[in-house]
């Protein structure tokens, strides 16, 4: 049991480059999360999904764009990659959310440190 | 949107020691977690605790959700319990979570 995984570990890129960040999961979770975590800032979410074909945006969603197309992956993807994107990028997931009867803690992913130049 | 305010910011502590670390939200809760991030950077979920008390080893919570509060507790401290603890909430009407921006740990030995 993997729990949630992130590809790539780290990344550098240039200002106006383009990339997507995988996050897998293998606990049948419904529910998964893009955050990003600042100095300072605690995380924020950006969007999040709860359920396969389904997504919607967070606190700071700009930027980013996001795609579940299958059940254990939800992709994170900058179009044209920014200074202020720079950051750490966690992938979480939980069984549930609000409104079911399920409890939903989130696990976490281990992060991917992005730098953009 | 929820407010959520740690306390204290920074702490330091002497391994053995026992600490307090709290969480005041603005609004009512559907659910509140707390969360280790280690050294290395692992977010770690320790409680879901929306109300009442729960005890997991040497650390323990307690969600007072009429008060609008939360306190993790942490006895006999290790300098493996260093890292930042962070308090997230869903207010009621919501459906994500609502991050605090952490209370930063270190246990010297």
């Known amino acids: 049991n993997a729990g949630v995984t992130q590809t790539p570990k780290f990344r550098v890129l240039k200002t106006g480059q383009s990339m997507t960040l995988l996050c897998a999961q293998d606990?049948?979770?419904?529910?998964m999360y893009w955050y990003r975590q600042d100095p300072g800032m605690g995380l924020r979410l950006i969007h999040y999904?709860?359920?396969?074909?389904?997504?919607a945006k967070g606190e700071v969603p700009d930027g980013y764009n996001v795609s579940r197309l299958k059940k254990q992956n939800f992709l994170l993807g900058l179009e044209s990659a920014a200074p202020s994107q720079t950051s750490v990028y966690f992938c979480?997931?939980?069984?549930?959310?609000?409104?079911?009867?399920?409890?939903?803690?989130?696990?976490f992913g281990p992060g991917t440190r992005l730098t953009v130049t | 949107g929820i407010q959520v305010e740690q306390s204290p910011p920074d702490l330091i502590l002497q391994e053995g020691a026992n600490s307090t670390l709290r969480c005041n939200f603005s609004?009512?809760?559907?659910?509140l977690q707390w969360f280790h991030q280690n050294p290395w950077g692992q977010l770690i979920n320790l409680f879901y605790?929306?109300?009442g008390t729960k005890q997991n080893g040497r650390l323990s919570a307690t969600t007072v959700a009429t008060e609008r509060y939360s306190l993790l507790y942490i006895s006999s401290s290790q300098t493996t319990d260093s890292g930042v603890y962070f308090c997230?909430?869903?207010?009621?009407?919501?459906?994500?979570?609502?991050f605090g921006k952490g209370t930063m740990l270190l246990v010297s030995p």
């Open positions: 979480a997931s939980s069984y549930g959310g609000s409104g079911t009867s399920v409890t939903y803690e989130q696990y």
């Open positions: 606990m049948n979770h419904e529910y």
């Open positions: 999904s709860v359920g396969e074909g389904t997504t």
């Open positions: 609004d009512s809760v559907n659910n």
């Open positions: 605790i929306p109300s």
């Open positions: 997230a909430v869903e207010g009621s009407g919501y459906s994500t979570l609502t």
